[in-house]
């Protein structure tokens, strides 16, 4: 596989993720919000 540069969207632009809130004791996730978000890029 070689390095390529990421081709930007111009059109249909999306904003993903998640936040995650770990429990520090346990290690284990308290809760996952998801992150889905359409992104205006013309203003």
């Given at each position: 596989?070689?390095?390529?540069?990421?081709?930007?969207?111009t059109?249909?632009?999306w904003?993903?993720?998640?936040?995650?809130?770990?429990?520090?004791?346990?290690?284990w996730?308290?809760?996952?919000v998801?992150?889905?978000?359409?992104v205006?890029?013309?203003?």
């Amino acid at each position: 596989m070689m390095p390529q540069k990421f081709v930007v969207a111009t059109e249909d632009n999306w904003l993903n993720g998640v936040i995650v809130d770990i429990d520090e004791a346990s290690g284990w996730a308290k809760s996952i919000v998801r992150l889905n978000y359409q992104v205006d890029l013309n203003t």
